[in-house]
């Protein structure tokens, strides 16, 4: 496979990024509130989720006619992509 070019490889960087400084402070906030709403709980654990989910999306895309599973701890997802 060859190498994005430079405009591609930045915008992909800070897309990354982006996703990292979200989870952070998604992070920062889980330990400031407590005691902790159920809801809270709630959102706070969908959005980490999804901030992961769209990190290892990004890093291991899935080719046409292919499947990919994704392990955490509580749960796994499958991402079949079709032709």
Do not use: C, W
């Not at 992909?12 to 902790?36: A, G, I, N, T």
């Not at 290892?56 to 994704?70: C, H, P, Q, R, Y």
């Amino acid at each position: 496979m060859s190498k994005a070019s430079e405009p591609i490889e930045s915008l992909y960087h800070s897309v990354y990024e982006s996703l990292e400084k979200l989870q952070s402070q998604v992070h920062d906030l889980d330990e400031k509130l407590d005691p902790k709403d159920p809801a809270d709980i709630e959102k706070l654990e969908r959005t980490q989720f999804a901030l992961q989910l769209s990190k290892d999306v990004l890093e291991n895309f899935v080719a046409s006619g292919k499947s990919m599973t994704i392990n955490y701890d509580k749960r796994s997802v499958t991402i079949e992509v079709s032709k």
